[in-house]
C-alpha cells in the first residue's frame, strides 16, 4: 500500500533563506507527483505537478525535483519571504485511477 | 481562471441533523471529489465521481452520501451528523481526458456539529 510521509511536520526559518522540504513515498510506481500549499483555514492551490517520466519542474522560487528510484521528491523554495508561510503538501497519483495519496504536510513559517 | 467554489465556508450544525455540502465548478471538468481534512491526518478522500450520476467510494464513505445530478455540481450528504464528522471538507475537481488529471480545489467548508 502508498504511503506518503512529509517531515518535518514544522519548519521555522528566517526570512531569505533558502530551504527544502521533503516529501517520500514508499512505491515507486506513481503517474504524477503533485506540490500543493494551503493557507490557513482555506483550500489548496496547486504549485507544481511532476510526471513520473521528469526529473523536475520550476516555477519562479519553486524547484521541485522527483527521484522515484528512491522514493523521494523535495521542494526548494529560494530566498524565502514571509509570505511563503502555509501548508505545503504532496501527492502522489497511482496510475490511471482518479485517486491521490496525500502526504499529512509541512507546516511553514517564515520569520521576518 | 480556474474556479471551483463551495456553498459555504462555515457550517454549525446540531447532531442528527442532515447537512448539504454543495460544490460547482465551471471548467467543464468530469472528476469531482470529496475530501475531509483532519489535523495529523491529512486528505482522505469520501468519494469521488467521474461523470453525472456515476460515484465511486473513497477511503472513508461511512456516514456519507452524494448527488451528481449535474456536471458542473457534486453534493456531499450527512444523513445523520455525528461529532465525529467536525472537519475541513474539501472539494475538488480534474479533467478525465489525457494529460495531467491536475486536480483544482475550493476553499472548504469548516462543519461543526455539536
Known amino acids: 500500500k502508498q504511503e506518503v510521509t512529509q517531515i518535518p511536520a514544522a519548519l521555522s526559518v528566517p526570512e531569505g533563506e533558502n530551504l527544502v522540504l521533503n516529501c517520500s513515498f514508499t512505491d515507486s510506481a506513481i503517474y504524477n507527483l503533485q506540490w500543493f500549499r494551503q493557507d490557513p483555514g482555506k483550500g489548496l492551490t496547486s504549485l507544481l505537478l511532476?510526471?513520473?517520466s521528469q526529473r523536475e519542474q520550476t516555477s519562479g522560487r519553486l524547484n521541485a525535483s522527483l527521484d522515484k528510484s528512491s522514493g523521494r521528491s523535495t521542494l526548494y523554495i529560494a530566498a524565502s519571504q514571509p509570505g511563503d508561510s502555509a501548508t505545503y503538501l504532496c501527492a502522489v497519483r497511482l496510475g490511471s485511477n482518479y485517486q491521490l495519496i496525500w502526504g499529512a504536510g509541512t507546516k511553514l513559517i517564515i520569520k521576518p | 481562471d480556474v474556479k471551483v467554489t463551495q456553498s459555504s465556508r462555515y457550517l454549525v450544525k446540531r447532531t442528527g441533523e442532515k447537512v448539504f455540502l454543495e460544490c460547482v465548478q465551471d471548467?467543464?471538468?468530469?472528476?469531482m471529489f470529496w475530501y475531509r481534512q483532519d489535523p495529523g491526518l491529512g486528505l482522505r478522500l469520501i468519494y469521488f465521481?467521474?461523470?453525472?450520476?456515476?460515484?465511486e467510494k473513497g477511503d472513508i464513505p461511512e456516514g456519507y452520501s452524494v448527488s451528481r445530478e449535474k456536471k458542473e455540481r457534486f453534493s456531499l450528504i450527512l444523513e445523520s451528523a455525528s461529532t465525529n464528522q467536525t472537519s475541513m471538507y474539501l472539494c475538488?475537481?480534474?479533467?478525465?481526458?489525457?494529460?495531467?488529471?491536475?486536480?483544482?480545489f475550493g476553499p472548504g467548508t469548516r462543519l461543526t456539529v455539536t
Open positions: 511532476i510526471q513520473s
Open positions: 475538488a475537481s480534474s479533467s478525465l481526458g489525457v494529460g495531467d488529471y491536475e486536480q483544482y
Open positions: 465521481s467521474y461523470d453525472v450520476k456515476m460515484k
Open positions: 471548467m467543464d471538468h468530469e472528476n
